[in-house]
């Protein structure tokens, strides 16, 4: 089983990092790699168990579950259901903390998964970098557009 921690600061309170992370089927209006999304069968983005289904920016269609949501904790986690990619068994947990020394965040985004042998390195390269990483850049990147929007 591989087991990827990823971690960083963002210099926003963590109530408005959370505002963006919590909707389940948000992400497309962040991560530089998801081009749509959208919640099968209707249900709301906060339901646990709600099946989002997305589409990368190549064309790849994913389909990941909602396994917890805590909004005291400003935390949730997911699986992977379905991927064009050998990623099995992945479930990633996204939590979120205050840095009280200047009103930031503490981000953390974990996840273990299984591949097929030979593949251990790219699979976590890919998700180190091209999920992970760019997503917290991306993130960071929102949330700069967003408070340059809000009146002085």
């Not at 909707?23 to 099968?40: L, M, T, Y």
């Not at 699979?123 to 997503?135: F, K, P, Q």
Request: glycine fraction near 4%.
């Amino acid at each position: 089983m591989i087991r990827i921690v990823r971690s960083t600061i963002v210099h926003t309170p963590t109530d408005r990092v959370w505002a963006l992370l919590r909707d389940f089927n948000g992400h497309d209006r962040w991560h530089p790699a998801v081009a749509k999304s959208s919640i099968e069968r209707g249900q709301s983005a906060d339901r646990l168990g709600c099946v989002r289904r997305f589409f990368l920016r190549d064309g790849s269609e994913l389909r990941e579950r909602l396994l917890t949501l805590s909004d005291l904790e400003q935390a949730f986690s997911y699986c992977l259901l379905e991927t064009p990619v050998p990623l099995f068994n992945y479930v990633a947990h996204v939590r979120l903390a205050p840095v009280t020394d200047g009103d930031l965040t503490f981000w953390e985004w974990r996840c273990s998964f299984s591949t097929r042998k030979g593949e251990e390195a790219e699979m976590t390269r890919m998700v180190r970098e091209d999920i992970y990483d760019a997503g917290f850049a991306a993130v960071r990147t929102k949330l700069e557009a967003l408070a340059m929007e809000e009146p002085a």
